[in-house]
């Protein structure tokens, strides 16, 4: 796991996955689309990387969109506690 300073401000936060986002290997990736998801649904994978870290990645299920997301396993928990906490739901 990289070191991270203490946050202080947006500027010092470190992307830990930004030497491995190259390196992910997609083409084996087992793309799962998300429950009730129709149309341009949103697809993820989990994706294991040789680093012995499991990362996530998420992208648009229509064909043609080569942006895919990754998020590390601390990013992922992070995102889930705010969908849990309804951090993002319509106000």
Do not use: C
Request: proline share 7%; no cysteine.
């Amino acid at each position: 796991m990289p070191y991270r300073a203490p946050m202080k401000n947006a500027s010092s936060v470190v992307d830990d996955k930004s030497g491995v986002r190259d390196e992910l290997d997609l083409s084996s990736a087992r793309w799962r689309r998300l429950p009730g998801d129709a149309g341009d649904a949103v697809e993820y994978a989990f994706i294991p990387h040789t680093d012995g870290v499991t990362y996530m990645a998420l992208r648009q299920a229509f064909e043609g969109n080569d942006t895919v997301l990754v998020f590390t396993p601390s990013e992922w928990d992070a995102f889930l506690l705010g969908v849990r906490d309804g951090e993002f739901d319509r106000p």
